[in-house]
T-cell receptor, first 111, second 111 residues
Framework: RKEVEQDPGPFNVPEGATVAFNCTYSNSASQSFFWYRQDCRKEPKLLMSVYSSGNEDGRFTAQLNRASQYISLLIRDSKLSDSATYLCVVTLDQAGTALIFGKGTTLSVSS | DADVTQTPRNRITKTGKRIMLECSQTKGHDRMYWYRQDPGLGLRLIYYSFDVKDINKGEISDGYSVSRQAQAKFSLSLESAIPNQTALYFC??????????FGEGSRLTVL
């Protein structure tokens, strides 16, 4: 089993749709969790950290389920500008010595 | 100005040539990383450094070497480039909270 797995997609949704991505991780000792966004041919940028209690930032909601070892990202009211690849990132220790990236999930929002 | 600057942004070279990719950051962070990204494989860690005297191999260090010249500078070398090192290379630095800041990437083509 790969350390961090994501459904590669693509997810093709119309504007205004709600879409959810999941990411599973294999190491139960994983400490920190993040979602990054990467536009085509650009560098990844932090979208949001994922906290144990779940967190929300505008139209974006991130959840962590330690028991089932997955994190999720929910995007409400999708915009054309949300089209990108979303990368799940997991760190294996507090020191951040091992940052493991998922391969990414591609989202395409159409009008 | 970008917080993390990579040079060159694009490079085409021939098999067997020595190539150096340079990275500098203005974030003042101690931790720096080199990743490569290939279609379908996601981001993979080549080397990382937690301070000037600390260099560590990542998951795919063979064929690469690095130098941490100063807190702000971390360069990646390919001593003898081969075609399967054709990829998009990213330098990154991380904050104490684990957030990664990436450079804009260096696209390397080895013929």
């Amino acid at each position: 089993r790969k350390e961090v797995e994501q459904d590669p997609g693509p997810f093709n949704v119309p504007e205004g749709a709600t879409v959810a991505f999941n990411c599973t991780y294999s190491n139960s000792a994983s400490q920190s969790f993040f979602w990054y966004r990467q536009d085509c041919r650009k560098e990844p940028k932090l979208l949001m950290s994922v906290y144990s209690s779940g967190n929300e930032d505008g139209r974006f909601t991130a959840q962590l389920n330690r028991a089932s070892q997955y994190i999720s990202l929910l995007i409400r009211d999708s915009k054309l500008s949300d089209s990108a690849t979303y990368l799940c990132v997991v760190t294996l220790d507090q020191a951040g010595t091992a940052l493991i990236f998922g391969k990414g999930t591609t989202l395409s929002v159409s009008s | 100005d970008a917080d993390v600057t990579q040079t060159p942004r694009n490079r085409i070279t021939k098999t067997g040539k020595r190539i150096m990719l340079e990275c500098s950051q203005t974030k003042g962070h101690d931790r720096m990383y080199w990743y490569r990204q290939d279609p379908g494989l996601g981001l993979r860690l080549i080397y990382y450094s937690f301070d000037v005297k600390d260099i560590n191999k990542g998951e795919i260090s063979d064929g690469y070497s690095v130098s941490r010249q100063a807190q702000a500078k971390f360069s990646l070398s390919l001593e003898s480039a081969i075609p399967n090192q054709t990829a998009l290379y990213f330098c990154a630095t991380s904050s104490p909270t684990g957030e990664l800041f990436f450079g804009e990437g260096s696209r390397l083509t080895v013929l």
